[in-house]
């Protein structure tokens, strides 16, 4: 004869038995309490233990619904620690006390983890049959569905999950996702909108109806709206997200879209949080990026060299910044032809090119203590949406005193943009300048193949400036001379209209603005000495 186990009835608060599901008096098993030091968190293996010898002695309906429950919890447990062993021994002793629709919709979850799709798919019609509304059958079954991308039918399963519960939300979620699979971007637009709404919706609240918070569709939303330029839109829903759950690829996600808004310095400090929590291979890469175009050139370095293996070509590239490296040694400097030509010519800014000189090494670098000492700028060092062109001189000065250089070339334009202008905006004019500048020396005088080489760079430093910069490949060029170019982005796309358009030396007297005919000018004696 089998031994009884002794049981103690422990009397359980009522307000914790509703919470945990628990009876008020829970049959434990003597031999366990000493295991039990807080009511909130007995451990389930005790309360199955007491659970089973409680059954075994009144086999009762009572006794029995929360054996069932408690194994199915203790299911949930293993599964999630990948213990599948240990998961269907579980499930057979819950299939010995009762084989309805919760042990076949278990038993597909199992399947589905082990990859046994087929399997778990009838698994979740058997248990839909036994309960047609089940709405967490239909969402499971959708994700089976999904995965062997059987779109048409899983988008049934999710529809119906929803039409069962329309306070589940995570069916519309994945209708959603199909949507983006299929690359129906308006549609899943909708339905991740509709999800966002119901979640801000005053009028559900006041009724009771209250949602879990799901920052997952403040993801995809945002992912929508870069995926389709719109980048205001992204940056706000990506931040309202993060009110609610500091989510890693929230973050990074925003990272991306405040780049290309020009917010570049809110990109970094985002970036570097997050690499901080979160040193992804990805992460690194962006945050490399990002500081190799604010001038942090060491710190890239040091960045870049944690992900050599995945992203070489960065990694490599940030050498020559760092010198470690030598371009020309390595590469064809397409510039080379046009040194001598340059020195010849006169360059268009002579005080400013007299302070560059004294603030330079004997490479032509800007030393920065040494510029700020001479000028006596406040160093902007933020994102700015607007600059004049008053600095514009110093810029150019660093492009030229770096001669056929680039990489010197762009450390100086970089530092002397950021010094007395700011990041954002005049960021992006000024590398379009400068590319606009190289190309010349290489001698490229097509406009046309200017903009289209350099609008990718330019897209990632200022989606809506690069914007700007593209149409002038749709526009007249001829409409520049009597514009007010103060306002450097207005100054930067005249000056790529005045070189496409090659004024003549007596209609390049008729520019009004005057840092902008001296500069157009500059840049023309290059091409035609060429």
């Not at 990109?267 to 942090?296: C, D, F, M, W």
């Amino acid at each position: 004869m089998e031994k009884i186990k002794a049981i103690v009835y422990l009397p359980i608060k009522p307000e914790v038995a509703k919470r945990l599901n628990l009876p008020v008096k829970l049959p434990v098993l003597a031999e366990d309490l000493l295991l039990i030091t807080d009511q909130n968190s007995i451990p389930i293996d005790v309360i199955l233990r007491g659970l089973e010898e409680q059954y075994s002695i009144e086999k009762s309906e009572y006794w029995k619904s929360y054996l069932l429950y408690f194994l199915y919890e203790k299911f949930k447990i293993l599964i999630n620690e990948g213990k599948f062993d240990e998961v269907q021994q579980v499930l057979k002793r819950a299939r010995d006390l009762q084989e309805d629709y919760r042990y076949y919709f278990y038993n597909a979850i199992l399947q589905a983890k082990l990859g046994n799709y087929e399997l778990a798919e009838i698994e979740f019609k058997q248990s839909l049959a036994l309960n047609p509304n089940f709405s967490l059958a239909y969402y499971e079954l959708g994700n089976v569905l999904f995965a062997k991308k059987d779109y048409d039918e899983a988008m049934e399963a999710y529809t119906k999950a929803y039409q069962t519960d329309p306070n589940f939300l995570l069916p519309l979620l994945k209708i959603g996702d199909i949507y983006m699979e299929l690359g129906q971007l308006s549609d899943a637009e909708v339905i991740y909108r509709s999800i966002v709404q119901k979640l801000e919706s005053s009028e559900l609240s006041a009724e009771g109806i209250k949602f879990e918070p799901m920052p997952e569709a403040y993801l995809r939303l945002g992912v929508v709206y870069n995926l389709r330029q719109q980048y205001e839109k992204a940056e706000e829903i990506f931040k309202k997200g993060l009110e609610i759950a500091k989510k890693p690829e929230i973050m990074y996600n925003l990272a991306y879209t405040l780049t290309r808004l020009g917010k570049h310095f809110q990109a970094y400090g985002l970036l570097l949080e997050l690499s901080k929590q979160y040193e992804t291979p990805e992460v690194l890469n962006e945050l490399g990026i990002l500081q190799r175009r604010l001038g942090l050139y060491e710190e890239a370095y040091q960045t870049f060299e944690k992900v050599q293996d995945d992203f070489r070509e960065n990694f490599e590239r940030i050498q020559f910044f760092v010198g470690k490296r030598k371009y020309d040694d390595e590469f064809e400097n397409e510039m080379k032809g046009s040194e001598e030509l340059v020195e010849k010519i006169e360059f268009p800014f002579q005080d400013a090119l007299e302070t560059i000189v004294q603030s330079t090494n004997d490479d032509g670098e800007l030393i920065v203590e040494d510029f700020l000492g001479l000028t006596k700028i406040e160093p902007i060092l933020k994102d700015v949406t607007v600059a004049d062109t008053k600095n514009f001189p110093y810029i150019l000065a660093g492009m030229y005193i770096a001669g056929t250089d680039p990489i010197i070339m762009e450390k100086n334009t970089t530092k002397l943009t950021l010094l007395t202008m700011g990041a954002g905006l005049p960021l992006a004019c000024s590398t379009a300048i400068l590319r606009l500048y190289q190309h010349i020396l290489s001698g490229d005088k097509n406009i046309d193949h200017i903009i289209e080489d350099i609008r990718g760079e330019i897209e990632e430093i200022h989606f809506l400036f690069s914007t700007r910069l593209t149409s002038l490949l749709e526009s007249p060029l001829d409409d520049f001379f009597d514009v007010d170019c103060a306002d450097y982005e207005t100054f930067a796309i005249n000056l790529f209209k005045a070189v496409g358009y090659q004024p003549s030396n007596e209609e390049i007297e008729q520019i009004k603005d005057e840092i902008l005919k001296r500069t157009t000018k500059f840049m023309l004696e290059i091409m035609r000495e060429q």
